[in-house]
């Protein structure tokens, strides 16, 4: 299969890279059982876009969205009462459920998970007997699925994205000491007009030992600021980019440039009309109207926040046809590379775009609307009973 850019208007590109492996044989029975011809190649690469103003263009246009979660039953007695068991992980993010296959749910049942999801932030279920094409139709559920302009798909289904790390050491390589992967805390496609919303990773082939990946709660992050620090940062803009450089039209002696979009630092939920902390340390650029030396001390200790309080993450292992679905919205996430490339790890991934960001001054935290504040909190925001 020829590359090609996403779309038509994308006229300056250039070739992707060509590397491949064998793939995992768990990897090639599910693709093939899918019936993805892998005769002429795998991964698909589109071509590359070369020019930042180019792929500006990509989804320019405000799209009207509709939470799936917020029209779904609050009570979600049609999702849960049709599990055999269901898990909650951790105290404040993650839960499993048994007994139920992704492909099957009912329109109840997926407007109810997506209110779980952004409820518990991350939701997985083992045992998934799963096409890439039913994980796209399950994504399109949810919002427009995005077809990025450069990462590898499978084979005629643009929007379902490749991940496979051992190929991707292939093009950055990788050690004990700078592992591979996704092996850093990232919210996924940060830099987009309207960003990701539920992504759904599917993994067919994952290692024996290793390989966990982990999610931290923004709710939660949100939530262990101090009332006094909220204010600072409340309404605040910050600049988060692309994972991925490219050059300018006008200047192209520059170098590269990343895509960048100026987005609130806290955002509100549309299905739980929760506050959530949204900052990565991998894409969040700056804050807007602060000097560097003052966005880097907020940010930094932000970072910290979010990834260094345990209580407020999950970490969950893998085994073999597992999906993860997870909120971008109110989560970062970080996949260990302990494994070191010892052994295989294959899946694909849908993302579903959500709403422009907003924040809502009058929204609650996730504490306070679940009525769980301790004494100490409801002392600290001035609350009386």
């Given at each position: ?23 995992p044989e768990p ?42 979660g917020a029209r ?194 806290v955002r509100v ?117």
């Amino acid at each position: 299969m020829a590359p090609a850019p996403i779309l038509d208007s994308i006229v300056d590109t250039i070739d992707p890279r060509n590397e491949t492996l064998p793939l995992p044989e768990p990897a090639r029975q599910r693709l093939a059982k899918a019936g993805i011809d892998l005769s002429k190649g795998y991964p698909y690469r589109p071509s590359v876009p070369l020019y930042l103003q180019e792929v500006y263009k990509i989804r320019s246009e405000e799209r009207l969205y509709e939470d799936a979660g917020a029209r779904a039953d609050k009570s979600k007695k049609n999702l849960l009462s049709a599990a055999t068991k269901v898990t909650d992980l951790t105290t404040h993010i993650g839960t499993e459920i048994e007994g139920l296959q992704l492909k099957d749910l009912t329109p109840k049942q997926r407007d109810e998970l997506a209110l779980l999801i952004a409820e518990r932030s991350v939701v997985f279920f083992r045992n998934q007997d799963l096409t890439p094409q039913q994980q796209k139709e399950l994504g399109e559920w949810f919002s427009e699925v995005e077809v990025h302009p450069q990462t590898p798909q499978v084979p005629g289904i643009p929007g379902v994205t490749v991940i496979w790390p051992d190929l991707f050491t292939l093009e950055r390589p990788a050690d004990f000491r700078r592992p591979g992967g996704a092996s850093n805390w990232h919210s996924d496609l940060v830099h987009e007009r309207q960003p990701a919303g539920i992504t759904h990773l599917h993994n067919d082939t994952v290692p024996p030992t290793g390989g966990d990946t982990l999610w931290a709660s923004g709710y939660s992050a949100y939530e262990k600021l101090s009332p006094e620090f909220r204010k600072i940062i409340d309404g605040k803009y910050a600049v988060y980019r692309s994972a991925h450089p490219y050059l300018d039209r006008e200047n192209p002696s520059a170098g590269p440039k990343y895509i960048e979009r100026t987005l609130p630092l806290v955002r509100v939920h549309l299905a739980t009309g929760w506050k959530a902390l949204w900052v990565n340390r991998s894409m969040t650029v700056r804050i807007v109207g602060l000097d560097k030396a003052e966005s880097d001390v907020i940010l930094n200790h932000l970072y910290d926040v979010y990834e260094k309080n345990v209580d407020i993450q999950v970490r969950f292992k893998w085994t073999p046809g597992t999906s993860a679905l997870w909120d971008n919205r109110i989560t970062i996430h970080n996949a260990s590379w302990d494994y070191g490339g010892r052994h295989p790890r294959h899946g694909t991934r849908v993302t579903s775009l959500a709403e422009v960001p907003y924040y809502d001054p009058n929204a609650p935290t996730r504490r306070q609307a679940l009525g769980l504040l301790d004494d100490q909190e409801k002392s600290d925001l001035g609350v009386t009973e």
